[in-house]
T-cell receptor
Framework: EPEVTQTPSHQVTQMGQEVILRCVPI?????FYWYRQILGQKVEFLVS????????KSEIFDDQFSVERPDGSNFTLKIRSTKLEDSAMYFC??????????FGPGTRLTVL | DAKTTQPTSMDCAEGRAANLPCNHS???????VYWYRQIHSQGPQYIIH???NNETNEMASLIITEDRKSSTLILPHATLRDTAVYYC????????????FGKGTRLHILP
């Protein structure tokens, strides 16, 4: 069964450094998302992406965040200058355009 | 904000049916009821969804009341692997509609 994959599974970085989280959505999917989950808290929507542009973004998704689909398979989330409060699990999701979204296993980001 | 109300936690004995309730009294006519679950440290996993008819798949059954103001997710024979947080979500099945997660119900399957 096809699945969403994410790399790395765990990323440790120093405050102020740039990080890029990578996702490979399911191949025939058209809509892509990033969510995050701070430890012990709810899963929160960050951004949705369709047709090579952002469809919607949340208040969390400020100028420090960007997304890109650099080729036909990868979907990336970049945090330009990480803060301590960016420490969280980051989940990528994709879907074909209706019904359910499929989530990846997540990247645990730890900012020191 | 989430438009659903769920109990914070529930216990169920292994092998028994787990019945997880959800209230969604403000649901609109074009909104579906979706259920996802999140096993510890994993990504959310889709379980089932429905509009007004009861639905069943290989994972679970979804029972929606006639007035659509509440629903119940049924895991017919719960196993230890079903221990997870279960999210009841109300949303329109749009093309790019984000999912708004609440706190969900933490289901403990007891051996």
């Amino acid at each position: 069964e096809p699945e969403v994959t994410q790399t790395p599974s765990h990323q440790v970085t120093q405050m102020g450094q740039e990080v890029i989280l990578r996702c490979v959505p399911i191949s025939n999917h058209l809509y892509f998302y990033w969510y995050r989950q701070i430890l012990g808290q709810k899963v929160e929507f960050l951004v949705s992406f369709y047709n090579n542009e952002i469809s919607e973004k949340s208040e969390i998704f400020d100028d420090q965040f960007s997304v890109e689909r650099p080729d036909g398979s990868n979907f990336t989330l970049k945090i330009r200058s990480t803060k301590l409060e960016d420490s969280a699990m980051y989940f990528c999701a994709s879907h074909r355009g209706f019904n359910e979204q499929f989530f990846g296993p997540g990247t645990r980001l730890t900012v020191l | 904000d989430a438009k659903t109300t769920q109990p914070t936690s529930m216990d169920c004995a292994e092998g028994r049916a787990a019945n997880l309730p959800c209230n969604h009294s403000t649901i609109s006519g074009n909104e579906y009821v979706y259920w996802y679950r999140q096993i510890h440290s994993q990504g959310p996993q889709y379980i089932i969804h429905g509009l007004k008819n009861n639905e069943t798949n290989e994972m679970a059954s979804l029972i929606i009341t006639e007035d659509r103001k509440s629903s119940t997710l049924i895991l017919p024979h719960a196993t230890l692997r079903d221990t997870a947080v279960y999210y009841c979500i109300v949303r329109v099945a749009n093309r790019d509609d984000k999912i708004i997660f609440g706190k969900g119900t933490r289901l403990h399957i007891l051996p």
